[in-house]
């Protein structure tokens, strides 16, 4: 089976590290580079197991994103997001827009892709009995 993983973020150095290791944990899994609000109007993000969010975006507010896509866009798959600003402040508007899962950066990227890896096989095996 083969995972489909959109990563929202216009920093290649943010993609390129999860792209990376998500390749040397599992072969099976995809990584779309998603840069702009067009690319999710598309419906992009329709087809991912996964969608992850660079709280650092630079050309859009990441909390507005993360708000858009589940209520303007109706797109209801698991979002985590990933930000330096731990504020508590910050943190609560995050899942009070739809983050499912908030990260702290920086990260340790061997422990981001097991735990990437373990969601897509846990959530498979959920679907799959459903």
Do not use: C
């Not at 996964?50 to 209520?71: A, C, F, Q, W």
């Not at 731990?86 to 995050?94: G, S």
């Amino acid at each position: 089976m083969t995972y489909k993983v959109s990563i929202i973020t216009n920093d290649n150095v943010f993609f390129n590290l999860i792209d990376s290791f998500l390749k040397a944990q599992d072969g099976s899994i995809v990584t779309t580079k998603i840069t702009s609000i067009s690319e999710i109007e598309s419906n992009y993000t329709q087809y991912s197991d996964l969608i992850i969010v660079d709280g650092n975006l630079t050309k859009n507010s990441p909390i507005e994103l993360v708000h858009d896509m589940r209520y303007t866009y109706d797109i209801y798959i698991e979002i985590w997001f990933f930000s330096d600003n731990m504020l508590p402040e910050y943190i609560k508007k995050a899942k009070e827009v739809g983050a499912n899962l908030i990260l702290k950066k920086p990260f340790n990227p061997t422990e981001i892709a097991i735990k990437i890896k373990e969601f897509l096989h846990r959530n498979t095996i959920i679907n799959q009995r459903t």
